[in-house]
């Protein structure tokens, strides 16, 4: 079974930087895909950004230009650095392991505040 696990959140002004990282259990590059996804209290879940089997990587409006998505296949780490946070990027932030269609693994989310 596929598990991810994701690190790297914490407390930071507005205007800072993170880079959270999704560590998998199995082959990163084999995934068909890598997402990250947040929750801010109150709201749905949201997507922020995808990378896939191929290298591609797509972001929603919110994120493109702030949040980049990348990979290491030698660590099996997904990261996403998150640039220009502001209050609103406050949220808890999970990553989503997909091994095939309908095959997925969640991890257990790790904290982002924005705050000053």
């Known amino acids: 079974q596929v598990q991810v696990v994701e690190s790297g959140g914490g407390l930071v002004q507005p205007g800072g930087s993170l880079r959270l990282s999704c560590a998998a259990s199995?082959?990163?590059?084999?995934?068909?895909?890598v997402a990250w996804y947040r929750q801010a209290p109150g709201k749905e879940r949201e997507w922020v950004a995808g990378?896939?089997?191929?290298?591609?990587?797509k972001y929603p409006d919110f994120a493109k230009g702030r949040f980049t998505i990348s990979r290491d296949n030698t660590k099996n780490i997904v990261y996403l650095q998150m640039n220009s946070l502001q209050p609103e990027d406050t949220a808890v932030y999970y990553c989503?392991?997909?091994?095939?269609?309908?095959?997925?693994?969640w991890g257990q989310g790790t904290q982002v505040t924005v705050s000053s």
């Open positions: 989503k392991g997909v091994v095939a269609q309908g095959v997925e693994s």
């Open positions: 199995g082959r990163i590059f084999s995934f068909v895909a």
């Open positions: 990378i896939y089997s191929n290298g591609n990587t």
